[in-house]
Every structure is written in C-alpha cells, then in structure tokens.
C-alpha cells in the first residue's frame, strides 16, 4: 500500500509539478484546444454546407474529408500533420511544432464539427428555407439568415462537447517534441513521470484536466436544457430576418404581441407565400 501511495500521490513529486503545470501546462494546454475548435468551427460550417449540396460532386470531397478525419485515430493525425509535414518539406509553421499541433487537432475538430452541424441544420423545419425562397430570398441567403442560425443554435451543446474532446486531444501534441514554454500539461507531467520514475505528476496533470473539463461538462448538460427548454426562441429569430427582408412580418411564426399569440416558432412557404401576397 505504502509503495502504490508513493507512486501515484507523493506530494513532494505534485507540489514540484504543480508551478509547471499551471502556469504553462494549462496555458499552453487551452491555447491549443481554443485554436483548435475555432479552427474547426470555421472549417465544419463549410464542410456541413458542402455535405448538404444536391450536387455529387460537391458533396464527395466533403464527405470524403469527414470519413477520414473521423475515421483515422488522433494520434496517427498528429503524427502525420506534425512530423510527416516537416519531414516532407512542407513547413508552412517553419520550426515551431505549436502550430503544427494546432492545425492536427483542428483538422479532426473539424471533422466531427461538420457532422454536428449537418444534423443541426437538418434539424431545422425544411419549411423555413421554402419560406424564405418564397419571400424571395435566394438560397444562400436563405440558408445564411435562417437556417443556419437555427441549425447553430440546436447544436451548441454538442460542439461545446466537442470543446471538451479537443482539451483531451491536446494530450496527444506531445509526440511533437514542444519546446520549453510550448509544453502542455501531458508533456510536463511525461517529462517528470520519465525523469523520477513517479506517477505523481501525472495525477497531478490529471486533476488540471478535471477541473478544466467537468465545469464544462455540467456547462454542456445546461445548455442542453436551455435548448429543450427554449421552444420557439430560435424560430422567432428567423422571424425577425424574414421579416426585415420582406417588410411584411411573419406572424405564423413571430406570434401576435396584440393578442398575446407566442407564435408557432416555424414558418411555412404557405404563410410565407400568403403575407407577401
């Protein structure tokens, strides 16, 4: 017992840790996560467009792009991206692994991003993008006025999820061979773990990830609920474009303020149809 508490809770080992892990591991540790999922965000909203074009040929690079990236695991990505990249002679980040790390985890992110949004989008009434065809709108606007922020809107939890996956991806940059104030916390603790032959720093980088990813957790199951619970919010919203680009209104799906009417939260090309004429 005396030798499983040394190894895995000495606290000499954590408190000499701890300074390393908080003020770079942690920093270095979000830096990549937040870059990562802005990444993939941008990336994913392309993609999820793309995959939801008519059109083959449109739709098979995409799909190609997410069954990779979904499909490979991390670490062969990060290896490929952040040491095959540079062995090839592609080196858009020169010498600096940090930016290799960023673009490998982002490029997965993205992956599982574009899926998110696909369903999010394929959540929202086909009858909003008729509405806003009959109104006149053409369908890119369409889709960028009311579909899309409905489909943004349904899907925020899970790509706040998705924001926990990448924090533990980060993990895997360790491959990469940080420099000195590059490392994250699974670096710093690999490094000391290697050196004393001590698993306490890596308890120690453990519970920095804990407490970075159950706030978060419990921060996804509330916004879960916020969405189940918001009913027709994000339909209104649509309302609202609708209605600043006909100049009509939309009252089938903003709701009637005289009569106290909530609104059904949806707008079909009928109603659409009907108030233009």
Not at 11 to 29: C, K
Not at 54 to 65: E, I, K, M, T
Not at 141 to 150: F, G, H, W
Not at 234 to 251: I, K, S, V, Y
Request: charged share 15%.
């Amino acid at each position: 017992m005396s030798d499983f508490l040394h190894t895995f809770f000495d606290w000499s080992e954590i408190r000499g840790a701890l300074p390393a892990l908080l003020t770079e591991g942690l920093r270095n540790t979000l830096l990549i996560a937040v870059l990562a999922i802005l990444f993939g965000l941008v990336v994913g909203v392309l993609l999820a467009v793309l995959l939801l074009s008519r059109r083959r040929l449109v739709r098979l690079p995409a799909r190609l792009y997410v069954d990779v990236f979904r499909g490979l695991p991390a670490i062969v990505t990060v290896s490929l991206i952040g040491l095959g990249l540079p062995a090839a002679g592609v080196r858009p980040f020169g010498r600096n692994p940090l930016g290799y790390a960023v673009i490998a985890v982002g490029l997965i992110s993205a992956a599982y991003c574009a899926e998110i949004f696909r369903s999010g989008i394929q959540a929202v009434p086909p009858g909003q993008l008729q509405a806003g065809r009959s109104l006149g709108m053409s369908y890119l606007k369409t889709m960028r006025l009311v579909v899309v922020p409905q489909g943004i809107r349904n899907v925020l939890p899970a790509l706040a999820g998705q924001f926990i996956v990448d924090i533990k991806e980060s993990s895997l940059v360790y491959l990469l061979g940080l420099g000195v104030g590059q490392r994250e916390l699974y670096f710093i603790a690999q490094e000391r773990q290697a050196a004393s032959y001590n698993a306490s720093a890596l308890v120690a980088a453990g519970l920095c990830y804990l407490v970075i990813t159950i706030p978060l957790t419990y921060l996804v199951n509330w916004l879960d609920r916020r969405m189940r619970e918001g009913g027709g919010r994000g339909g209104r919203r649509a309302a609202a474009a609708l209605t600043q680009e006909d100049g009509t209104g939309a009252a089938g799906l903003a709701g009637d303020p005289a009569t106290g009417d909530p609104g059904t939260g949806e707008l079909t090309a009928g109603t659409a149809a009907k108030e233009r004429a």
